[in-house]
């Protein structure tokens, strides 16, 4: 996530003051990513928020394509959640040919959170998927 803003501190990591150098790593990051969309292969491609070592399922997942979970105060996400979605990627995800950030909410508590296989299937039925204009 971030690789919409330019001014991202992760694009200024190995830049001089004055902007040149090297950076741009979330540019380098998505170019990387626009290769393995073009070589043919199948793919699903998972950009997490911020990793926690909380505990699964205690809140709800939410996935969203280019930076439109950023406006979440909290962009966290458990790095256990995100290994269900790795899972949930291999089966009802799989050769679906997707890319997209993933972060977890609070929920209404009188219902449980949806499963990650529940709620990549109803992502991928909307269609989505990330622009990779560069």
Do not use: Q
């Not at 998505?30 to 911020?50: M, N, Q, V």
């Not at 394509?65 to 790095?79: F, H, P, Q, T």
């Not at 977890?104 to 269609?127: C, I, R």
Request: hydrophobic residues 35%; negative net charge; contains cysteine.
């Amino acid at each position: 996530m971030g690789v919409t803003d330019p001014s991202h501190f992760l694009n200024s990591v190995g830049k001089n003051f004055d902007g040149s150098g090297n950076g741009d790593i979330l540019l380098w990051k998505r170019k990387a990513e626009k290769y393995l969309i073009d070589s043919g292969l199948s793919y699903t491609i998972i950009h997490p928020g911020i990793l926690t070592d909380g505990e699964p399922g205690l809140e709800e997942i939410l996935i969203d394509v280019d930076d439109k979970l950023i406006e979440y105060g909290d962009r966290s996400i458990a790095r256990a959640d995100v290994s269900s979605l790795c899972v949930a990627a291999l089966t009802v995800g799989k050769e679906k040919n997707v890319s997209f950030d993933c972060i977890s909410s609070n929920f209404d508590n009188s219902f449980s959170p949806k499963s990650a296989e529940e709620v990549l299937t109803d992502f991928l039925l909307s269609g989505k998927t990330a622009n990779y204009t560069l």
